[in-house]
T-cell receptor, first 109, second 115 residues
Framework: AQRVTQPEKLLSVFKGAPVELKCNYSYSGSPELFWYVQYSRQRLQLLLRHISRESIKGFTADLNKGETSFHLKKPFAQEEDSAMYYCALSPTGGFKTIFGAGTRLFVKA | EAGVAQSPRYKIIEKRQSVAFWCNPISGHATLYWYQQILGQGPKLLIQFQNNGVVDDSQLPKDRFSAERLKGVDSTLKIQPAKLEDSAVYLC?????????????FGPGTRLTVT
């Protein structure tokens, strides 16, 4: 069964500390993976996707097919990074996006 | 570009009543999605349209939920009759790609409370 697991519901770090939000997926093929973010009182929006290999707002995510993971990382967390982060999977060329339950990141001053 | 519009933003109804939500996607976007997000969970896809055709409704509770997208633009999602467990935020999203679900643009959502 297709599944996206985000093991941490809440992650709290100090400003300037590294941050890693974990995402593990279950899918038999080669899916497309995304990170979406929702800032306070804003809409859910795309942060990055693995096919573009971009760094957005200092965040990067590497797809590890062996470990079926797509962890989101940032070397130095900022207070404005505090938000809800969702990992999502879409079957290649498919029609269904599956979201994880989300991780709330809180960056303390 | 104007974003995805949804209305109403909030709705409170009693169980067994009916309710309808409206979504206007970004102009030119062929694909439209309805998600249900229960508190503490990620969005769950209910139905996906490509233009005015349904491409996935496997998780739509068809005994009480229905959706349509007339003329391939606006869409409505209806619940009839509502149950307590339907309390959630209903999100509409759209994307410009026809055969994949790349970047989706989300609306503000409609928060439904069923009492």
């Amino acid at each position: 069964a297709q599944r996206v697991t985000q093991p941490e519901k809440l992650l709290s770090v100090f400003k300037g500390a590294p941050v890693e939000l974990k995402c593990n997926y279950s899918y038999s093929g080669s899916p497309e993976l995304f990170w979406y973010v929702q800032y306070s009182r804003q809409r859910l929006q795309l942060l990055l996707r693995h096919i573009s290999r971009e760094s957005i707002k200092g965040f990067t995510a590497d797809l590890n097919k062996g470990e079926t993971s797509f962890h989101l990382k940032k070397p130095f967390a900022q207070e404005e990074d505090s938000a809800m982060y969702y990992c999502a999977l879409s079957p290649t060329g498919g029609f269904k996006t599956i979201f994880g339950a989300g991780t709330r990141l809180f960056v303390k001053a | 570009e104007a974003g995805v519009a949804q209305s109403p933003r909030y709705k409170i109804i009693e169980k067994r009543q009916s309710v309808a939500f409206w979504c206007n996607p970004i102009s030119g976007h062929a694909t439209l999605y309805w998600y249900q997000q229960i508190l503490g969970q990620g969005p769950k896809l209910l139905i996906q349209f490509q233009n005015n055709g349904v491409v996935d409704d496997s998780q739509l509770p068809k005994d009480r939920f229905s959706a349509e997208r007339l003329k391939g633009v606006d869409s409505t999602l209806k619940i009839q009759p509502a149950k307590l467990e339907d309390s959630a935020v209903y999100l509409c999203a759209s994307s410009s790609d026809s055969f994949s679900s790349y970047e989706q643009y989300f609306g503000p959502g409609t928060r439904l409370t069923v009492t």
